[in-house]
């Protein structure tokens, strides 16, 4: 798939912003990558490339152009970022081409997953993005911002997902709307932004929680 294709597919998650040609090249190798890989090691159940770029990517670079409306984290408070059983990547592997500052760590403990996101960075030449092996609650650092999508054991995830931001950070997290009830019973002593739906979906949603 080409950069032109790709940045059709991407347009309704983007509005009025727009990616160069460097990161639509870049989501081209890293779509090749998920692809080739996702015939032998189950990264995802989606098989499409369209509809990864869509459901995937799209969400993705959707949380990424919320998160960092200019692109840039050096304009506001999030210089570094946590993701959450990151598996192929999502979204933080998205975010992080879209705001080249941040300083992202994807967490994924299976080893297979992790070397496949490994390839992806090395593959983009991407820097500040490293992956810890390792479960997130055995995770002795905090970041200004902790992303969470499409994860096991949700209920069980989520408080230690917030325990990994920082006291005055952000936690975001894609789910389906029938989540959010579940999600702000979990964390009730936090301070809930008004979740945003998802483009050209009928149920996700981008949820924000605030110390």
């Keep these: 798939?080409?950069?032109?294709?790709?940045?059709?597919?991407?347009?309704?998650?983007?509005?009025?912003?727009?990616?160069?040609?460097?990161?639509?090249?870049?989501?081209?190798?890293?779509?090749e990558l998920l692809v080739k890989w996702n015939s032998k090691l189950?990264?995802?159940?989606?098989?499409?490339?369209?509809?990864i770029v869509?459901?995937?990517?799209?969400?993705?670079?959707?949380?990424?152009?919320?998160?960092?409306?200019?692109?840039?984290?050096t304009q506001?408070?999030?210089?570094?970022a946590i993701d959450v059983g990151s598996?192929?990547?999502?979204?933080?592997?998205?975010?992080k081409l879209w705001t080249p500052s941040l300083k992202m760590t994807l967490v994924e403990s299976n080893q297979r997953k992790a070397t496949f996101l490994r390839?992806?960075?090395?593959?983009?030449?991407?820097?500040?993005v490293s992956v810890a092996t390792e479960r997130a609650e055995n995770?002795?650092?905090?970041?200004d911002l902790v992303t969470l999508r499409a994860v096991e054991r949700f209920e069980q995830v989520l408080p230690i997902a917030f325990n990994l931001k920082k006291p005055a950070g952000k936690l975001a997290i894609l789910i389906g709307a029938?989540?959010?009830g579940a999600a702000q019973k979990i964390l009730s002593n936090a301070h809930w932004l008004v979740p945003i739906k998802v483009p050209n979906s009928s149920n996700r949603v981008l949820l924000v929680a605030e110390s």
């Design 42 to 51: 189950n990264l995802t159940a989606i098989r499409d490339p369209n509809e």
């Design 87 to 95: 598996g192929a990547g999502f979204p933080g592997l998205p975010i």
């Design 178 to 180: 029938s989540q959010i």
């Design 119 to 128: 390839e992806v960075i090395r593959a983009l030449k991407l820097e500040d």
């Design 1 to 31: 798939m080409n950069r032109e294709q790709i940045a059709e597919l991407l347009e309704p998650f983007l509005e009025s912003s727009s990616l160069s040609d460097q990161q639509l090249d870049s989501l081209a190798v890293y779509l």
């Design 139 to 143: 995770l002795s650092i905090q970041t």
């Design 54 to 73: 869509t459901r995937h990517f799209g969400e993705s670079l959707f949380a990424a152009r919320k998160l960092f409306p200019s692109g840039d984290s």
């Design 76 to 80: 506001t408070a999030i210089g570094t």
